[in-house]
């Protein structure tokens, strides 16, 4: 399958998807958000994963969504 380059989806189709950035360090895209002074870079709200593999529930950060670029992503589907 190709992904033309005008295709879209909304951002919250996005949440739960595993992010992993260069190094290899996984990540579940939590939110978005934006400054309010700066609406015009989204921050994608990631929660990181612990020592143990599980997802940290009390941490999130936010990362501008230009700085993914390079990133990898795994969309989560869901089932009826």
Request: with cysteine.
């Amino acid at each position: 399958m190709k992904i033309k380059g005008d295709s879209y989806l909304p951002l919250d189709a996005l949440r739960g998807a595993l992010v992993r950035n260069e190094h290899g360090c996984e990540f579940r895209i939590h939110g978005f958000s934006i400054r309010l002074d700066e609406v015009t870079n989204v921050l994608v709200d990631l929660k990181a994963y612990d020592e143990d593999g599980k997802l940290d529930s009390e941490v999130t950060c936010g990362v501008s969504i230009h700085a993914l670029e390079s990133w990898t992503i795994q969309l989560q589907g869901e089932t009826p």
